[in-house]
């Protein structure tokens, strides 16, 4: 019998697959894949450990897989496909495709149908597929000058908003103990006061996404506003996709589906996202549930080896 490997290769874990012709015998989660957050050594340990313990948990030894599809950031670039191939191929003999997140994200979602997927974990993007099969995407600019709605964009709102309030409202050499939702974000970083909250924010590079668990736990209103941007400024993005894939003469429903860990653990966000997008295209029909994009790189792996 033949056994498939689908792997989501993220930013903060990575999600692998293993199953054959028709189920899904075990799912693990390792640490982080992206080596432009992690580099090269620490994204291939974390695939080692992914497929070794995935493997391991299905009953299956790495060399009879038949074929492994794996989504990464960043893979449309053929020196990044290549390293990633190139560091399962020491542990997996057969066929390993890799290719871009959204592309595996997408599957999951519509399997080959047309719709719009918004990603929003430790980074952010939407992209989409219209019924000619032409895509379009928008967004996922980088942790520096994009990616909103992100968990890192939400983290390092957080740190800028309560700094900006603590200029606005006391000397911010206080202790943090004064706010809740300051200390939560101290405690989450080890700082020890706004100041060294601060100092840790301009270090090379500050880990926001860190961060974003104590935003979407939290009530404080400064928390709920951030969330309520980041849930905004998705659907902004979301919008400019169906509406340059789905032109607005076409009256049909757009899918839409809703990828990663902010979407998943932050009700307001979804909220605002929905209501926002709603708002900017009336079209669209939201998928509520969450979508796992490692679903469709298994799905892959099965179209690809069938392919051959």
């Not at 990633?84 to 290719?99: G, T």
């Not at 992100?150 to 700094?163: N, P, Y």
């Not at 928390?223 to 400019?240: C, D, F, N, T, Y």
Request: net charge negative; charged share 25%; aromatic share 6%.
């Amino acid at each position: 019998m033949p056994y498939y490997l689908g792997i989501d290769g993220g930013g903060t874990k990575t999600t692998c697959a293993v199953g054959d012709e028709s189920r899904v015998l075990a799912t693990v989660t390792a640490g982080p894949s992206n080596m432009f957050r992690v580099g090269e050594q620490r994204a291939r340990e974390s695939l080692h450990d992914a497929v070794r313990r995935a493997c391991a948990a299905a009953g299956i030894a790495p060399r009879e897989i038949a074929c492994t599809c794996l989504g990464a950031s960043g893979a449309g670039r053929p020196e990044i496909a290549a390293v990633v191939r190139n560091a399962l191929a020491e542990i997996l003999p057969n066929q390993i495709e890799v290719i871009g997140d959204m592309e595996i994200a997408l599957d999951a979602a519509f399997d080959t149908g047309p719709g719009v997927i918004v990603i929003a974990g430790t980074g952010s993007i939407a992209y989409g597929r219209d019924r000619q099969d032409r895509t379009a995407r928008a967004g996922g600019w980088g942790f520096a000058i994009g990616d909103e709605g992100s968990a890192h964009w939400i983290g390092r709102q957080a740190v800028t908003a309560l700094l900006r309030e603590s200029d606005e409202t006391g000397a911010p050499e206080q202790n943090f103990s004064s706010s809740e939702f300051a200390s939560a974000l101290c405690c989450a970083w080890e700082a020890t006061s706004l100041v060294d909250l601060a100092r840790k924010a301009s270090a090379d590079p500050p880990d926001f996404a860190v961060l974003f668990p104590v935003v979407a736990a939290s009530e404080d209103d400064l928390a709920l506003r951030i969330q309520s941007i980041a849930g905004k400024e998705l659907a902004r993005i979301a919008a400019l996709v169906s509406h340059r894939l789905f032109p607005a003469n076409e009256t049909d429903p757009v899918p839409v589906a809703m990828i990663g860990g902010v979407f998943r653990h932050a009700s307001t966000v979804r909220e605002h996202f929905y209501n926002e997008l709603r708002r900017l295209d009336p079209r669209v029909e939201v998928n509520p549930q969450v979508v796992e994009p490692v679903d469709g790189a298994l799905r892959m792996a099965r179209r690809a080896a069938s392919s051959r």
